[in-house]
């Protein structure tokens, strides 16, 4: 067992995002399932989740943050987004760039988010595939989710399957659905953290720090 082997304090109190194309048993053979990497890249991969845990594990506990004014610091274990992009040849200090996302999806559809590439890299975004050291559940995104952690969490696809690199920052399926912003940063509003079971004034933009509580 190591630092990361430990729950999320009142995580049973967390508000459910069990919603809309992740309800119902997650229609994945995850040995069959592969992340594919397309569009601006030196070449196209496929990987496998064999593929993925194999790569440089990373661990962090940092604070998410939900549009809907909750937020909930957690252990997270995946793989950074540049270690997985730099197998396609991506030029990730190229400003104009972005990544688009879309999810495996049920059989109520898939969605999609678009995201800045390079910032997304600044703020060393994971693919996660584990949380508070069991891999990931339904809700959370099984078999992996992108996590921005500047961003909120309607910016981070679930069940993610396939990445394009793009120069288009194009609408989601969550602001073309609820009226969201198109960038989705992080901004200045009364947060309730579920972990603290206390609210906070946030007052900066991007990731919530622990001097930010």
């Known amino acids: 067992m190591n630092d990361y082997s430990r729950s999320t304090p009142f995580i049973e109190r967390k508000p459910s995002s069990l919603r809309y194309f992740q309800e119902g048993a997650a229609p994945i053979n ?3 399932w592969k992340l594919t990497i397309a569009g601006e890249v030196a070449s196209q991969v496929q990987l496998t989740y064999r593929d993925l845990l194999a790569l440089p594990a ?4 940092r604070r998410n943050v939900c549009v809907c004014l909750w937020s909930i610091k957690r252990h997270w274990e995946g793989v950074l987004l540049k270690d997985v992009l730099s197998l396609a040849g991506v030029d990730m200090e190229d400003p104009g760039l972005y990544m ?9 559809g898939a969605y999609d988010s678009t995201v800045h590439l390079a910032t997304a890299i600044e703020r060393d975004a994971i693919l996660a595939y584990k949380v508070d050291d069991d891999f990931l559940p339904l809700e959370n995104g099984y078999p992996i989710r992108f996590i921005d952690f500047g961003l909120y969490m309607y910016k981070c696809v679930k069940a993610l399957t396939r990445i394009e690199i793009t120069r288009n920052n194009e609408v989601g399926y969550w602001e073309a659905y609820a009226g969201y912003s ?3 940063i992080i901004l200045p509003k009364k947060y309730y953290a579920v972990d603290l079971q206390r609210k906070f004034y946030f007052d900066g933009t991007g990731e919530v ?4 509580l």
């Open 209 to 212: 720090q622990d001097s930010d």
């Open 100 to 108: 688009k996302q879309f999810s495996h999806g049920t059989e109520k």
């Open 30 to 32: 995850i040995d069959d």
């Open 58 to 61: 990373i661990h962090c506990h």
């Open 182 to 184: 198109v960038d989705g």
